[in-house]
């Protein structure tokens, strides 16, 4: 049986400040194509929940938090085994400091 993919609220903002980003500065298509990337790689996780490496800048956290990469993109997750599903928690450009992600949780 496949697992539900769960977006939070704050990775459903980070996704939309993305697609905003590329929308305004490059183009409406890169945009599209950019958002359109990151939530068929989210997708494979509904059969591959396990598949993304384990996030160590959030190994203190009592949930094990995982993450899979898209072109700069981390996309990170949990599995939330109680709810039988995967929580999308953030998606940020790799290329920024990774302390912030911790700050953020």
């Known amino acids: 049986m496949a697992i539900t993919v769960y977006w939070t ?3 459903k903002t ?9 929308k305004i500065n490059v183009s409406l298509k ?3 194509s950019l958002v359109t ?8 996780l509904s059969s ?8 160590e800048f959030l190994a ?6 995982r993450y899979l990469i898209f072109k700069n993109y981390k996309i990170i997750y949990w599995i939330n085994k109680n709810k039988n599903r995967v ?8 290329r920024q400091n990774p302390l912030k992600l ?3 949780k």
């Not at 980070?14 to 590329?22: A, M, P, Q, V, W």
């Not at 591959?48 to 996030?55: F, S, Y």
């Not at 929580?87 to 790799?94: G, K, L, M, P, W």
């Open 9 to 11: 609220h704050f990775a």
């Open 14 to 22: 980070e996704l939309k400040s993305i697609f905003d980003y590329y």
């Open 30 to 32: 890169i945009a599209s």
């Open 37 to 44: 990337g990151i939530i068929d790689k989210v997708d494979t």
């Open 48 to 55: 591959l929940v396990e598949v993304g490496q384990k996030e």
């Open 60 to 65: 203190d956290r009592k949930e094990e938090f």
């Open 87 to 94: 929580e999308i928690t953030d998606v940020f450009d790799a």
């Open 102 to 104: 911790k700050r953020q």
